[in-house]
């Protein structure tokens, strides 16, 4: 799970930070960045799995229309920082020996570099992997992943936890490529490298025996394990538009066993689920639909579609089925497909839905993603982590009383240039809270307004 987000130079963000929770809530007017924040963080997915030029190309507009603008012109630099708390312990060492960490902190610089014909490219010019202490544990030094430069050439260097010198791997990759990505993709070549000076005292003769076979340790596959799980964590994004219009149109038998962003191939999908899942799923849409009684996934010639079952017997086409109902299914099914993405990010899940029903929905929804105590913590799917986007009172509304969940997302004006932030809700204890913490009583004053402008 992602528990931290900074990022600079994108779009309207600069200088941009927030705290994520399982469940998270973005609300705030039109154009306040919203949409900004669930694009910045579909890149740094992409960019731990794919070149830079191709995770670019992949965003919403052209390349350069995604770096910050300040007088009219480009920037040249994009900052991406993440924290991550890894849900269980993804490689522990041998019996007896202390377990990895959980948290890290990755953090990578992108540029825009012009070559000598004018021609820009993109090229990592920083990048950095280190475990962070856990709650309430002593200070780590471990780097396990450290970005240098040498003779004009992108390095990556990946070692062991951090001592005075230091003992790892030299990996070497493309400049255009973020090491997690050329580690991913098999792109790039490693070697051994171990650094002592040549008179060693007796703590570090045995830190060099400890290494001297540094490719065939326990400790060598563990942080490589660490950098593969936190590749999938940050790569499994998945960003939902939801169109009723291709919620409704059948699907390919033959369709990807993913969830396409628009759930066109919601029909495949669902065949493809488990019985228990699909009947969680089934429960779960019941109770957010007055009148239903289930659904069922047909054939259709060579496709596949859905067909809804209604408390009297009656049997409704999808093609016929409400916005709302699409929707929520939809949705339902993006928190349970296996294997499950890590984060889920969907705007203005409010659209199609009968507000009442929408209250039901959102429940429904932090249930699945925040289950509590009762989940099993050895779970081999952990829950995914929702990141939502509104700016309905409804929803504003239905977290009043879990202000833990809610960021409030608005613009302000920084160094001459209007920018994104994000505010908790909470107590306001100085003068200056304001410009981090929204209170209570705003948001109360939010919700009295909007009901002011509904009666009228």
Request: hydrophobic share 40%; net charge negative; aromatic share 6%.
């Amino acid at each position: 799970m992602i528990t931290r987000f900074e990022i600079d130079g994108f779009k309207s963000l600069r200088d941009f930070m927030v705290d994520l929770e399982p469940l998270t809530v973005f609300v705030g007017p039109n154009g306040a960045g919203k949409s900004n924040l669930l694009e910045a963080i579909g890149l740094l997915g992409r960019l731990a799995s794919m070149p830079l030029e191709e995770a670019f190309k992949l965003g919403r507009g052209r390349v350069i229309d995604q770096f910050s603008r300040s007088g009219g012109e480009a920037g040249k630099t994009i900052r991406l920082a993440v924290e991550v708390s890894l849900r269980s312990t993804p490689a522990p060492f041998q019996d007896g020996e202390p377990p990895l960490p959980v948290r890290y902190r990755y953090e990578l610089v992108i540029e825009r570099r012009a070559r000598p014909s004018g021609v820009e490219e993109l090229v990592v010019s920083g990048e950095c992997l280190r475990a962070l202490a856990d709650k309430d544990g002593p200070p780590r030094r471990e780097i396990i992943l450290r970005h240098e430069d040498e003779d004009g050439r992108e390095r990556r260097v990946l070692i062991a936890p951090e001592y005075e010198s230091w003992a790892g791997l030299n990996y070497r990759c493309p400049r255009t490529h973020a090491a997690l990505a050329a580690l991913k993709t098999g792109s790039g070549t490693y070697h051994i490298n171990l650094d002592f000076p040549k008179e060693l005292t007796a703590e570090r003769a045995a830190l060099f025996e400890e290494y001297a076979d540094f490719r065939n340790t326990n400790s060598e596959r563990g942080w490589r394990a660490v950098i593969n799980i936190i590749t999938d964590e940050l790569s499994r994004f998945s960003l939902l538009q939801l169109d009723p219009a291709r919620l409704r149109d059948s699907s390919e038998r033959t369709d990807s066993i993913a969830l396409a962003p628009d759930a066109s191939n919601l029909p495949t999908i669902l065949a493809d689920l488990p019985a228990p899942t699909l009947g969680e799923i089934r429960a779960d849409l019941v109770s957010l639909i007055p009148g239903l009684a289930g659904f069922n996934v047909v054939p259709d010639d060579d496709d596949l579609r859905i067909e809804f079952k209604l408390s009297g017997g009656e049997r409704l086409p999808a093609r016929l089925a409400s916005d709302g109902t699409l929707r929520g299914l939809a949705l339902l099914t993006a928190l349970r497909v296996e294997p499950r993405p890590s984060i889920v990010g969907v705007e203005e899940p409010e659209n199609g839905i009968y507000p009442g029903r929408l209250r039901t929905l959102l429940s429904l929804l932090r249930e699945i993603t925040t289950p509590g105590d009762e989940a099993s913590p050895d779970s081999a799917q952990p829950a995914t982590q929702l990141l939502l986007t509104s700016h309905s009172p409804v929803v504003l509304a239905a977290f009043r009383d879990r202000p833990e969940h809610l960021r409030f997302m608005d613009l302000v004006r920084r160094d001459g240039q209007l920018v994104t932030r994000a505010r908790t809700v909470g107590q306001l204890n100085a003068p200056g809270d304001g410009a981090h913490v929204v209170s209570l009583r705003e948001v109360d004053a939010l919700l009295q307004a909007a009901a002011s402008e509904a009666a009228e």
